[in-house]
T-cell receptor, first 110, second 114 residues
């Protein structure tokens, strides 16, 4: 079943913060986060493998709350380069399958 | 450099023609995947392959076919049976089907059927 992302779109000014949520109706075992620039391939950001895990890369971090069946992506002091569509992917049954959310469009203005 | 290549970047075909999209990887990854992305939409899984000579249907396999004769290659054929083939097609690979790993994507092929 497809995870649900919220919000669908976010508009920020440089330096502002944003949070993107990814929720599942089923138990979460891992969460994969990607960013896609317009017309390009999704780029892997990070993977969270267990409840309570938090990771960060530069000013982008994520948390994984398995009890709430939710993961959140935090973008701090956003930069113009953060603009794009963010997807979360949840593992399916076997073979390394991922089911992706519908995406959150993040736009950062100067 | 290791990576995933897809060719061509843009492809135009007439309605009713079959077309094959190329996907090659030199990462020595076992698993490979094909996704379709429509404007403003997420990624939907078409086919996937865990090992050579084995592949499975994804969520939207109708009108598509694949082969996996070599580890490095996973071509996708869009047949005339696919009713709405115009889309952005993405190929991905993963080191192995199991374990805490993720998928890495190629640059994509934008197919337009006229």
């Amino acid at each position: 079943q497809q995870p649900v992302q919220s919000p669908q779109a976010v508009i920020l000014r440089e330096g502002e913060d944003a949070v993107i949520n990814c929720s599942s109706s089923k138990a979460l075992y891992s969460v994969h986060w990607y960013r896609q620039k317009h017309g390009e391939a999704p780029v892997f950001l990070m993977i969270l493998l267990k409840g309570g895990e938090q990771k960060g890369h530069d000013k982008i971090s994520a948390s994984f709350n398995e009890k709430k069946q939710q993961s959140s992506l935090y973008l701090t002091a956003s930069q113009l380069s953060y603009s794009g569509t963010y997807f979360c992917g949840l593992p399916g049954k076997g073979y390394g399958k991922l089911t992706f959310g519908q995406g959150t469009i993040l736009t950062v203005h100067p | 450099d290791g990576g995933i290549t897809q060719s061509p970047k843009y492809l135009f075909r007439k309605e009713g023609q079959n077309v094959t999209l190329s996907c090659e990887q030199n990462l020595n990854h076992d698993a490979m995947y094909w996704y379709r992305q429509d404007p403003g939409q997420g990624l939907r899984l078409i086919y996937y392959s865990q090992i050579v000579n084995d592949f499975q249907k994804g969520d939207i396999a109708e009108g598509y076919s694949v082969s996996r004769e070599k580890k490095e290659s996973f071509p996708l054929t869009v047949t005339s049976a696919q009713k709405n083939p115009t889309a952005f097609y993405l190929c991905a690979s993963r080191r192995s089907a199991g374990g805490p790993d993720t998928q890495y994507f190629g640059p994509g092929t934008r197919l337009t059927v006229l």
